[in-house]
């Protein structure tokens, strides 16, 4: 069995000799496609023996086990040539896949269509890129002896994500996505959705939640199969997320590369809502030029946070439920951001918040809170849980990320409630302008210590209120 994650590092150190290859954005992508197209063909050959009429739906030239899996196969401008050729008659790996059409398949092949509209060849070299497919060639995915080789390789790429700057906004810590899906507990036949699903952690936290607790048969397996749906907007993030979705036993994953925000609002009906949604939409993130138009007049804003809570309201059932990470900019503040909060607590059942150390998500230093809510009733009164620390430890960190043990407090605390020096309850009539930044009661006060991203949001609200002063005393 290979050490993944080494075989991950040789390969990043591979592609820096490569000339095409221009920082971590463009590694990852060209990562992506090549990880994909091995895994899927991999399931191929898995499904082929499983199923005597199963055909793959990438053309047999193009299946990774007839052109890359020979370690001493093409390799050079012979191999560049394959990869990127688009000419009449000779037409390449890309050229052919984003055209796939294949009428008896329609689904699987959509979704290979889909990875390479949005990918790139970036490599330059042949003989990098061959170095590159025989160090994926030491990974067996269908290595059954390991059934978590996947989950090394994930955490393996979420480090080089969270490592690459703005690409940290896809990671979620792996001890959150399993602690809001085993509190939320998602059931067999529920449709569960994330629509900012990044590299897929709570779609596949929540598939082995159902297999673990509720599939005992091939049938609660289908029901499972057709019951997971997942939106990305990031080519990047999404090809990783389809990937992971694959290795996690989904056959056709439903999981489409679109801007969930540009979905017509207005046109989401009963048949399109789900049961659960588990997500950590983006925050701070720039949305496309009109996106706020297709949102109701009095809901319309620039921050992505917020829009995507009024989405997942629309979203979800009349009884749906619903697990968010949103950050302590979208529960509280003025105008839009109150009435938005005034409609998630008029609409829903907002039960709990569980509030995060700062450092949850490094190297972002946002404060975070974990919203559980279920529609069907109006919110009376919202419990808080402060989730601290480890003793003697400081923050979290590369070395020291937060671990899903340190969560077995508050799991006893769920399902038992009481106040203490962690845990304490507001009636929603105490709350001022809906604003939900409930402090511990119990804390005594320390001195404060904001972020630069938290500063920068505290000096624009106040230029904001300085020109509507200016502006009225203008009038008089």
């Known amino acids: 069995m290979a050490n993944v994650g080494a075989v991950i590092s040789s390969i990043r150190n591979i592609m820096r000799q490569d000339r095409g290859i221009s920082g971590d954005a463009q590694r990852l992508e060209q990562l992506g496609w090549m990880l994909f197209l091995k895994i899927i063909d991999d399931k191929d050959q898995e499904l ?82 061959r170095k590159v497919i025989n160090k994926l060639n030491e990974i067996d995915f269908n290595n059954s002896e390991d059934k978590h080789i996947f989950g090394n390789i994930y955490e393996s ?121 588990l997500a950590n939409p983006p925050f701070g993130a720039t949305i496309a030029d009109g996106v706020d138009s297709n949102f109701p007049a009095n809901y319309r804003c620039k921050e992505s946070a917020d829009l995507f809570v009024v989405l997942m309201l629309q979203l979800l059932k009349s009884t749906g439920r619903c697990a968010i990470v949103l950050p302590d900019g979208s529960i509280t503040g ?45 919110t009376k009164e919202i419990w808080y849980y402060e989730h601290k620390l480890p003793e003697g430890q400081k923050s979290y960190s590369k070395t020291k990320p937060i671990q899903f043990h340190e969560f077995t407090p508050l799991i006893d605390w769920w399902h038992n409630r009481v106040e203490n020096e962690i845990a304490w309850k507001v009636k929603v009539e105490n709350l001022k302008d809906w604003d939900l930044d409930i402090k511990n009661p119990t804390k005594v006060e320390e001195e404060i210590k904001y972020s630069s991203i938290e500063l920068q949001e505290m000096l624009l609200n106040s230029f904001s209120k300085c020109q509507v002063i200016l502006e009225e005393l203008a009038k008089k």
């Open 48 to 129: 082929e023996i499983l199923r005597d009429d199963y055909i793959s739906v990438i053309p047999e030239k193009f299946q990774w086990r007839n052109w890359a899996a020979d370690p001493e196969g093409v390799t050079g401008d012979e191999l560049l040539e394959f990869i990127d050729s688009n000419t009449e008659g000779n037409k390449g790996l890309f050229a052919t896949l984003r055209n796939l059409n294949v009428p008896a398949h329609p689904k699987r092949a959509a979704i290979v269509k889909e990875v390479f509209d949005g990918s790139n060849n970036y490599m330059k070299s042949g003989y990098e890129m």
């Open 157 to 277: 790429i979420l480090q080089e994500l969270r490592d690459a700057g703005n690409k940290g906004e896809y990671y979620t810590p792996r001890a959150v996505t399993q602690l809001m899906t085993q509190l939320t507990n998602p059931k067999l036949g529920e449709k569960i959705l994330d629509p900012a699903a990044g590299t897929g952690g709570f779609l596949t936290a929540a598939i082995d939640h159902v297999r673990e607790n509720y599939v005992k048969t091939v049938d609660d397996e289908s029901l499972l199969q057709n019951s997971i749906t997942g939106w990305e907007l990031k080519p990047v993030a999404y090809v990783l997320g389809l990937t992971n979705l694959i290795l996690h036993e989904m056959d056709v994953p439903d999981y489409h590369y679109i801007d969930s925000l540009k979905k017509e609002y207005n046109s989401i009906s009963k048949k399109d809502q789900v049961d659960v949604i």
């Open 334 to 378: 003025e105008g839009v951001k109150a009435r938005i909060r005034e409609k998630l607590l008029s609409d829903t059942n907002l039960h709990t918040i569980v509030r995060l150390p700062q450092s949850t998500f490094f190297p972002a230093t946002v404060s975070t809170n974990l919203l559980f809510f279920e529609k069907g009733s109006p």
